[in-house]
């Protein structure tokens, strides 16, 4: 998932809540249509012995004479296997054939799994899987989407999934919580199980009152292998109905089916096996678990391949999880609704009942029945569609691939589309708002090149026949990385080439590569649990630089990495109230909270260090073991670490577990003696960072990939070592004591760098001179600007040191300094030296703002686009007249229509003249934001709202944000940019605490919500907001927020403890300049 949204931007579904006591209604044609597809479903469950191949891997527990007599189904079992394509498989049962049924006990069918696990394990990385993989991706691409590919003579994949069941089936599903495939695990099901019948009994006691009980995951006893999915979504009444029919497999005797079920209602359930039909005695839902669990009065025997039957219906929600609804409006201004999922984390159990963890794959069989005029798409191709009766259409899409449930994706709606195809055969669409094709071409051209960049890159080719991304109108993530079917938030896709600013394409083109990243890193290998989320996240986030590296060089994205990913996690992660990278995580709540700047920065910034510490090729050759080897299973970490060690024999898993292990990171202080005349003797030591410069709780010892560079050649690395002490001694050579010594360069290693004295008056000069490379120059500011919230050093020596920066050049030193400056803005918000502080910025930035100038020159670089709109923004907020003078007549022509605008100055103008604009220029704005019909046009200009210092204009910004005309995905942002501006910091505050469950109700929870708090509190500077803020989240408990209040909190004590320290000598420094 892509969740910087913070950049994104539309209309909430306002009327909406429409009934959900009309849930049911639905028409009668539309139930007769439906039994087709029943009989369908029913025709494919049947044969349940015979057809159902997922049986061939397991032993089979068949009566001898093979009649299905039930009376004798539990006695006399023999071991038999129908299908031979599994031959290998099969040889390895017949081993088992002449063993006493008796002895065939627990123990030995767990030996079998464990050396079947072995041969799968050898079988899936075959040669010959691969061979058919590509056959049917190369007889795929010359069939053209939608025509029925039953004519073509490639494998289908569902036909390759057949003869490949053995592979197929057999995934970490059968794995319970905390176990290797192929170890025994009757024990856990037990517990499991018992854990969950005490909690239906505790459920029917509170009975319905609020009782948080521990969080378990999913009992293994009983295991989906196939679904078979029905949704027939009503996008005017706001309801969908659906039916599934899984295959799944029994592993124990139960009376119990545990699977997850949330804000849908399981109309009918039955199960199927041998020759018995079952219902539930009782449906038991869980709110508070999420689960539904069916109850059976009859045992269901162990060793069973069942067909669990299920018919539900649910409310198409407005809230952006689940399956839910998106507004959109036509060209003639009418306003619809399209039918959209969103699953990742927990929400597939939102739309239809099933086992809702990422280790628990099936392949998918997926029908959509829609209005015939709609558009309906889904992980795999079209595979058959059919007209019905009441003007809808049905159309049934191709197996999946064995995969998770919160890839599973489902969109009905309008949209046009763009087509190409990547070198290697997939076809790739851009769906977008009908009309707007166009804006489609750029991620198409990103998505077609990317595709194959990854397969060499994995070795490893696409595994799906088709790529669709698709713009969505309400959207709460940046995007999702759904398999075959990529949602974007229409910001983070759609490219309007006179309307898009240069840094929204740059971001377009990351999040296309992140989520085509995912395709392999993701959705082909998967996390077992949540905890190893950053695999998924920090991982892509790290590809998607190297994606766009390789295709726009001149973007210099390398270098934005440590201003984008970097900085930001080390910010984060220097809090008390950080986590490690891997953390435990139970309830939903939980898992949504853990979407955060630690999961995707730092998990991309330890695997950015890891990548430099065994260098690019053994990388490479490490990430395509780990692929292969756990294609369409699920790993855990140190499988990543097994597979990256084995490539680069170097001890990885030493070296990174204290990355993943500990919250929070090293400071490396350095010290260091002349030695003769060409000795250098450094001392290092390393101990806990921490954001206000306390000592550490923690003993924590890193293992730290130090590299040096010196002035004999700033570029170059002279010295590298592991610094897995305390504190260690190093002796440079061929140093002379002039020579200035520069630790971490290129910013690589996760770790802060604080020199001594005498080491940082030597690399001064360096800075001024810009021999230091840009990344060294980057991130020595940052250390420093870190040391001085620290309290390791002064703000006002620190400014005194950024003066050195006034000839800097590069736009990403540029944004690490106004990162760090932005930061003491807030702070000096809270004193009497705003007008000082805007003299300091005004004399910091205008010289490079003058080199620049406003207009762009022919041929000019990209870095020095995006440097001038960053440089005159600053400039509009330090109150530079002469800026904000040119900027407002620009605004003004751009009103007139005389002189449009470019993009990239855009937002830039909008605050200039909204900044002290009156109501007029209010109102100016808000027409032009009626008027756009492009959604970044939308965002920027209600963002820049927030700019006004007039606080009437302030409250309707906040009243505006909340209207049916900004979108609720977006309606956080314009309230953030509120919180942002000292002036409408209380206002916004206050909104909140008596909005709170309006908001709460909006958003269910999530991560727009926890945004919002993060910006509305974490501003303030003083003990006593701290302890309000604290004070209301302890009477208004907003589930899934808690560790956003407590980072939020401590960082309101930072900022009171930093304005404290600092506030005489800070004052007297900006008086003084
Ligand atoms: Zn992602």
């Known amino acids: 998932m892509y969740k910087n949204a913070l950049r994104g931007g539309v209309r909430t579904a306002k009327q909406a809540w429409r009934l959900k006591n009309e849930i049911g209604k639905l028409n009668l044609e539309v139930a007769k249509a439906n039994t087709e597809f029943e009989q369908h479903l029913c025709e494919a469950a049947r044969p349940i012995q015979s057809c159902y191949p997922a049986t061939a891997t397991q032993p089979q527990l068949l009566n001898p004479s093979e009649n299905n007599s039930k009376s004798s189904c539990n006695q006399n079992y023999s071991y038999t296997s129908n299908n031979q394509k599994n031959c290998n498989v099969a040889n390895h049962y017949r081993l088992f054939a002449n063993v006493s049924p008796s002895t065939f006990d627990k123990h030995s069918n767990a030996h079998i799994r464990r050396t079947e696990t072995a041969h799968l394990n050898e079988l899936i990385s075959s040669k010959q899987f691969f061979k058919v993989q590509k056959q049917f991706y190369r007889d795929y691409s010359s069939v053209s989407l939608g025509a029925s590919l039953k004519n073509s003579d490639a494998p289908l994949l569902g036909d390759l999934c057949n003869q490949y069941r053995a592979i197929l089936a057999y995934t970490s599903a059968d794995v319970g919580p905390g176990q290797k495939a192929g170890q025994p695990q009757q024990q856990q099901t037990r517990r499991a199980h018992?854990?969950?019948?005490?909690?239906?009994?505790?459920?029917?006691?509170?009975?319905?009152?609020?009782?948080?009980?521990?969080?378990?995951?999913?009992?293994?006893?009983?295991?989906?292998?196939?679904?078979?999915?029905?949704?027939?979504?009503?996008?005017?009444?706001?309801?969908?109905?659906?039916?599934?029919?899984?295959?799944?497999?029994?592993?124990?005797?139960?009376?119990?089916?545990?699977?997850?079920?949330?804000?849908?209602?399981?109309?009918?359930?039955?199960?199927?096996?041998?020759?018995?039909?079952?219902?539930?005695?009782?449906?038991?839902?869980?709110?508070?678990?999420?689960?539904?669990?069916?109850?059976?009065?009859?045992?269901?025997?162990?060793?069973?391949?069942?067909?669990?039957?299920?018919?539900?219906?649910?409310?198409l929600n407005d809230k952006m999880k689940g399956f839910y609804r998106s507004k959109y409006f036509t060209s003639s201004g009418e306003e619809r609704y399209a039918g959209v999922t969103q699953f990742e984390a927990t929400d597939a159990r939102r739309c239809f009942p099933c086992w809702?963890?990422?280790?628990?794959?099936?392949?998918?069989?997926?029908?959509?029945?829609?209005?015939?005029?709609?558009?309906?798409?889904?992980?795999?191709?079209?595979?058959?569609?059919?007209?019905?009766?009441?003007?809808?259409?049905?159309?049934?899409?191709?197996?999946?691939?064995?995969?998770?449930?919160?890839?599973?994706?489902?969109?009905?709606?309008?949209?046009?589309?763009?087509?190409?195809?990547?070198?290697?055969?997939?076809?790739?669409?851009?769906?977008?708002?009908?009309?707007?094709?166009?804006?489609?071409?750029?991620?198409?051209?990103?998505?077609?090149?990317?595709?194959?960049?990854?397969?060499?890159?994995?070795?490893?080719?696409?595994?799906?026949?088709?790529?669709?991304?698709?713009?969505?109108?309400?959207?709460?993530?940046?995007?999702?990385?759904?398999?075959?079917?990529?949602?974007?938030?229409?910001?983070?896709?759609?490219?309007?080439?006179?309307?898009?600013?240069?840094?929204?394409?740059?971001?377009?083109?990351?999040?296309?590569?992140?989520?085509?990243a995912h395709q392999w890193f993701g959705n082909l290998v998967t996390m077992e649990w949540w905890t190893h989320l950053w695999l998924n996240e920090g991982y892509a986030s790290f590809v998607e630089f190297l994606c766009v590296h390789h295709l726009f060089p001149e973007y210099d994205i390398w270098t934005q990495f440590v201003t984008d990913m970097y900085t930001r996690a080390l910010e984060l992660d220097s809090l008390k109230n950080s986590h490690p990278i891997e953390v435990p995580v139970g309830h939903p709540s939980e898992i949504d909270e853990i979407f955060d700047e630690i999961s995707y920065n730092k998990g991309a910034s330890v695997i950015r260090m890891l990548h430099d510490y065994i260098g690019e090729d053994d990388f490479r050759k490490g990430m395509n073991i780990y692929l292969t080897r756990h294609q369409y299973g699920n790993t855990s970490t140190e499988d990543l670490w097994t597979a990256l060690q084995e490539a680069s024999s170097k001890n990885v898993a030493e070296v990174m577990s204290s990355w993943t292990q500990y919250k929070g990171f090293p400071v490396v202080s350095v010290e260091s003696e002349q030695k003769g005349k060409s000795q250098r003797i450094l001392r290092l030591s390393q101990r806990k960072f921490t954001a206000d410069g306390s000592q550490a709780d923690e003993d924590c010892l890193w293992v730290v990939p130090i590299s040096v560079s010196t002035s004999r050649n700033p570029t170059a690395i002279a010295k590298t070592f592991l610094l897995d002490k305390p504190s260690m001694e190093v002796v440079l050579d061929g140093v002379s004591a002039s020579d200035w010594i520069k630790i971490n360069p290129g910013t690589v290693g996760y770790y802060r760098t604080r020199y001594s004295k005498e080491m940082l008056e030597q690399l001064m000069p360096a800075v001024k001179n810009m021999e230091l490379p840009p990344l060294d120059r980057l991130g020595l500011i940052d250390d420093m600007f870190a040391m001085v919230q620290a309290g390791h050093a002064s703000t006002a020596d620190v400014l005194a040191l950024v003066d050195g920066y006034r000839n800097e050049t590069n736009y990403t030193v540029w944004t690490a300094i106004t990162n760090s400056l932005t930061n003491l803005h807030i702070l000096i918000s809270h004193t009497d030296l705003m007008d000082d502080f805007h003299r300091?910025?005004?004399?910091?930035?205008?010289?490079?703002?003058?080199?620049?100038?406003?207009?762009?020159?022919?041929?000019?670089?990209?870095?020095?686009?995006?440097?001038?709109?960053?440089?005159?923004?600053?400039?509009?907020?330090?109150?530079?007249?002469?800026?904000?003078?040119?900027?407002?007549?620009?605004?003004?022509?751009?009103?007139?229509?005389?002189?449009?605008?470019?993009?990239?100055?855009?937002?830039?103008?909008?605050?200039?003249?909204?900044?002290?604009?009156?109501?007029?220029?209010?109102?100016?704005?808000?027409?032009?934001?009626?008027?756009?019909?492009?959604?970044?046009?939308?965002?920027?200009?209600?963002?820049?709202?927030?700019?006004?210092?007039?606080?009437?204009?302030?409250?309707?910004?906040?009243?505006?944000?909340?209207?049916?005309?900004?979108?609720?995905?977006?309606?956080?942002?314009?309230?953030?940019?509120?919180?942002?501006?000292?002036?409408?910091?209380?206002?916004?505050?206050?909104?909140?605490?008596?909005?709170?469950?309006?908001?709460?109700?909006?958003?269910?929870?999530?991560?727009?919500?926890?945004?919002?708090?993060?910006?509305?509190i974490e501003n303030y500077a003083s003990e006593e907001k701290a302890k309000e803020v604290e004070e209301f989240f302890r009477v208004t408990q907003i589930p899934g927020c808690e560790r956003t209040v407590s980072q939020a909190v401590e960082t309101i004590r930072l900022n009171a403890a930093w304005l404290e320290r600092d506030r005489a000598k800070l004052s007297t420094y900006l008086k003084s300049v």
């Open 356 to 516: 809702d963890e990422p280790a628990i794959k099936a392949t998918f069989d997926i029908t959509l029945v829609v209005p015939k005029n709609r558009v309906a798409l889904s992980n795999m191709p079209v595979k058959k569609e059919d007209a019905l009766d009441g003007g809808l259409r049905r159309v049934r899409f191709d197996r999946t691939p064995i995969m998770s449930t919160y890839l599973v994706a489902c969109v009905v709606g309008e949209y046009d589309f763009v087509e190409g195809k990547s070198e290697d055969g997939v076809i790739v669409r851009v769906f977008t708002p009908v009309g707007k094709r166009e804006q489609g071409q750029f991620a198409l051209d990103v998505a077609t090149k990317v595709l194959p960049y990854y397969k060499d890159y994995f070795n490893i080719a696409y595994p799906l026949p088709k790529m669709d991304l698709i713009a969505i109108s309400d959207f709460s993530a940046g995007a999702m990385e759904n398999w075959g079917l990529v949602t974007y938030r229409e910001t983070f896709v759609l490219v309007d080439p006179k309307n898009t600013s240069l840094m929204r394409k740059q971001s377009i083109a990351l999040t296309v590569g992140h989520e085509i």
């Open 840 to 1016: 300091f910025g005004r004399n910091l930035y205008e010289p490079v703002a003058q080199r620049l100038g406003w207009e762009p020159r022919d041929g000019e670089n990209h870095l020095d686009t995006l440097l001038r709109s960053l440089v005159l923004t600053r400039l509009v907020s330090f109150r530079s007249n002469d800026v904000i003078e040119v900027a407002r007549q620009r605004f003004r022509s751009h009103i007139n229509g005389t002189n449009l605008l470019p993009a990239d100055l855009r937002s830039t103008c909008y605050k200039a003249a909204l900044q002290d604009g009156d109501e007029k220029v209010f109102e100016e704005m808000l027409a032009m934001y009626r008027t756009t019909d492009l959604h970044e046009e939308q965002d920027r200009i209600s963002r820049a709202l927030g700019c006004s210092t007039d606080v009437k204009l302030l409250r309707r910004v906040i009243d505006f944000a909340m209207s049916g005309e900004v979108r609720a995905q977006d309606s956080v942002f314009v309230i953030v940019a509120v919180a942002i501006n000292p002036k409408g910091r209380d206002m916004a505050w206050e909104f909140f605490k008596t909005s709170n469950k309006q908001l709460l109700e909006r958003y269910q929870g999530g991560f727009l919500l926890t945004r919002l708090i993060k910006y509305l």
């Open 194 to 315: 018992t854990q969950q019948e005490t909690r239906v009994q505790q459920q029917e006691e509170v009975n319905g009152m609020a009782q948080k009980l521990e969080f378990k995951r999913l009992p293994t006893n009983v295991v989906p292998k196939h679904y078979e999915l029905l949704l027939q979504p009503d996008l005017e009444a706001f309801t969908f109905k659906g039916k599934t029919i899984v295959q799944v497999q029994v592993k124990e005797p139960t009376t119990q089916i545990v699977l997850n079920a949330l804000d849908i209602i399981i109309e009918e359930a039955q199960l199927e096996f041998e020759c018995t039909k079952l219902k539930p005695d009782r449906i038991v839902y869980s709110t508070d678990a999420e689960t539904a669990t069916l109850e059976f009065e009859q045992s269901i025997p162990a060793e069973t391949a069942g067909v669990l039957h299920m018919s539900f219906t649910g409310e």
